[in-house]
């Protein structure tokens, strides 16, 4: 994890001025936070980091620095990706200079351990399964069923069955996946 | 926005780190411009983690999720989701197959199909006997009810019966025990009792033995509640030379009703050089009070406190109060 060059934090005073430049109202301003929290998060997963949290809220505190110092920025979805390349490049020289490649994928290899907790998690997901309506349940079991070709057939027969476009049903399954990963992890998470 | 399959794999290659930066830039500002374009990028993203749980991907391309997809604890969780869900979904295609598995005419149609075939007497004669079974079915069942009903009010007496018995059981266990605690008691007492006894009767002897007692071998004491600690005008206790026994009579008040009393008797420096249990308070000249008799010899002159506690009904142990006394020798 990098750490900040600078001794700013982030203030109560530089938080309000910061969502009120984000939405204009403190409602709107938290909305659009998170908006932006949750892409950067994307990004810098996407980029294959290893803590995207943490990275996302240094580049939301940088972009809340520039805010409090007065900077007028138009576009801050726009401006906090860009920080966050940034931030992207510190950190892979960061990591370069910490570390060899070879260190680098070995300490991967052990951080990577299969969790035992999988029996538990499948009880979990047997059950989470079971909340759902007939309707979703048979959708995502569905969905996912098979391997490439199969998948791509079980796919477009679903389509047809349903009688809907591609993306919507692209998006139904992302959203019942979604539901049940949250699901199972709170489930887990209580055994 | 609808995803081609030609961007479905530029999606797969972004996200296993192929792309070069520039183009790696261009689908992100268009992921976070466009949510359906984000909602792709998941979607390949799911795929490809199960593709990685079901041994699916190139050796390359395998390395390469590891790199990328294990590096954080979130991926790492849907990692897990997504294995998980890999052995889940074949369970439920098989029972969904077993499901399917019945004939493609359904009974309804079957059936439809049967009676289209008789002939009208013959649909007449089937009508009256579905009727019959009907009826027939109807009172086996409400009689079914009703006997279950009865079975159930039966069995909930019977249960009551039993709770009721124990009850009894257990209280009967509860008085047994308590006559054979209150037996043990009576009995330690009446050793104790017997002890007394026989130190009064050796000190008698010894005292016949010698000479006629000028001065007396029981030195007796009576406290009374309310005396405090530093209080000019405690009791002394003068014990002569020839002193055997101590009796102390320690008053208590008549509102203090417990089962027994307990004594420990510490010198003013907190040592415990004597204590009894299970001591009862009695009513002498209109004053309770808790006769306690101890050794002289136990007593060196100087100053004594007694605290004096109550054993409830319960068996919880409460402070009653605490008695001050000096002891001198003559």
């Known amino acids: 994890m990098i750490t900040p060059r600078q001794k700013w934090t982030l203030n109560q005073e530089a938080f309000d001025k910061l969502l009120l430049a984000l939405g204009g109202d403190r409602d709107s301003g938290s909305q659009k936070y998170l908006e932006i929290r949750t892409n950067l998060t994307r990004f810098f997963e996407w980029r294959g980091c290893s803590f995207p949290e943490d990275h996302a809220d240094e580049t939301i505190n940088r972009m809340a620095k520039k805010v409090a110092e007065g900077e007028e920025i138009l576009n801050h979805s726009g401006y906090a990706m860009g920080v966050a390349r940034l931030l992207l490049l510190e950190i892979i020289k960061s990591r370069q200079r910490e570390q060899s490649a070879l260190n680098e994928m070995e300490n991967r290899g052990e951080a990577y351990v299969d969790s035992d907790d999988g029996e538990s998690r499948l009880t979990c997901l047997r059950n989470c399964l079971q909340s759902l309506s007939a309707e979703n349940r048979d959708l995502i079991l569905q969905y996912y069923q098979g391997e490439k070709s199969e998948k791509i057939r079980n796919r477009k027969k679903l389509m047809e069955r349903l009688g809907i476009p591609v993306n919507t049903l692209r998006m139904r399954a992302l959203r019942l996946r979604e539901r049940l990963q949250g699901c199972v992890e709170e489930c887990v998470g209580r055994a | 926005m609808a995803i081609e399959p030609n961007n479905e794999t530029l999606i797969a290659r972004y996200l296993l780190g192929e792309l070069p930066e520039e183009q790696q830039v261009e689908i992100e500002d268009r992921a976070f411009q466009d949510k359906d374009y984000l909602a792709s990028i998941t979607a390949v993203e799911n795929d490809l983690i199960d593709e990685y749980v079901r041994n699916e991907l190139s050796e390359t391309d395998r390395r390469k999720f590891e790199d990328r997809f294990l590096a954080s604890a979130e991926r790492r969780k849907r990692v897990e989701f997504a294995k998980a869900l890999t052995r889940i979904v074949p369970e439920y295609a098989f029972k969904q197959k077993t499901a399917l598995a019945p004939p493609a005419v359904s009974w309804r149609e079957s059936l439809e199909a049967f009676f289209r075939s008789l002939n009208p007497v013959a649909k007449f004669a089937m009508a009256a006997v579905i009727l019959l079974v009907l009826v027939g079915g109807a009172w086996l069942v409400t009689e079914t009810l009703r006997l279950r009903s009865q079975f159930t009010t039966l069995q909930a007496e019977n249960q009551s019966r039993q709770n009721e018995r124990q009850a009894l059981e257990q209280q009967v266990e509860l008085q047994r ?87 420990d008797l510490r010198t003013v420096a907190g040592q415990r050089i004597w204590n009894r249990e299970n001591l009862t308070a009695r009513n002498r000249g209109g004053a309770r009070a808790i006769g306690l008799t101890l050794p002289a010899t136990v007593l060196k002159p100087g100053e004594y406190e007694l605290s004096l506690r109550g054993v409830t009904e319960g068996g919880r142990s409460e402070d009653v109060g605490f008695y001050y006394f000096n002891v001198n020798k003559k």
């Open chain 2, 177 to 263: 025990r308590r006559n054979e605690e209150l037996a043990a008691r009576l009995n330690e007492e009446k050793q104790q009792r017997e002890q007394s006894d026989e130190s009064l009767r050796q000190l008698s002897e010894t005292r016949d033995a010698t000479s006629p007692p000028a001065r007396p071998v029981v030195a007796s004491l009576t406290l009374l509640p309310g005396i405090s600690r530093g209080a000019g005008d405690k009791p002394t206790l003068a014990l002569t030379s020839d002193a055997r026994l101590v009796r102390l009579q320690i008053g208590v008040e008549p509102e203090e009703q417990y089962k027994s009393f307990a004594v």
